[in-house]
Every structure is written in structure tokens, then in C-alpha cells.
């Protein structure tokens, strides 16, 4: 599957075509914020019901989700 761009990665290579500007350190910053942000935003819950005792049980799949759709993309 090919990976899709995120809007901070988007919006970088824009900027980086305008202007002679070092803005690394920022769009890093950036990214890392947009990752986190969609990683939390895909993260679920389970709920298990062992004995009837409800029992919750917090899966994580935004990083999972992240990776599949952008890849690593602050390591590009």
C-alpha cells in the first residue's frame, strides 16, 4: 500500500520550495505532534468480560494505524 503524506509533511515540502529558511528543527516538531495526535485518536478500548467480572483492557492501535497509512515519516 502506498503511504499517504500528512499535512505537516504537505506543508513542509511547500515551505522548503519558497524559501531558503532552515525550519528543520520546527517541521520535526511538528510532525512528532501530528503523529501523536492521530496515534491518540486511533487509540481504543476493549472490554473483556472474564467471570462477569468486567474487566477493561486498554489496545493500542494508533501507532499500529500511523504506521500503515504514513509510515515513519519523521525518519524520512
Given amino acids: 500500500m ?3 503524506q500528512t499535512a505537516v509533511e ?3 515540502s511547500y515551505i522548503k ?3 531558503d529558511l532552515n525550519c ?3 517541521i520535526e516538531q511538528a510532525k512528532q505532534m501530528e503523529k501523536e495526535q492521530i496515534e491518540m485518536a486511533c487509540n481504543q478500548q476493549e472490554f473483556e ?3 462477569g467480572l468486567g474487566i477493561c483492557e486498554t489496545i493500542s492501535k494508533g501507532q ?3 504506521n ?3 509510515g515513519d515519516v519523521g525518519h524520512k
Fill in 68 to 70: 500503515e497509512t504514513y
Fill in 17 to 19: 520550495g519558497i524559501t
Fill in 10 to 12: 504537505w506543508l513542509a
Fill in 2 to 4: 502506498e503511504k499517504k
Fill in 64 to 66: 499500529q494505524y500511523y
Fill in 49 to 51: 468480560d472474564v467471570d
Fill in 24 to 26: 528543520d528543527e520546527i
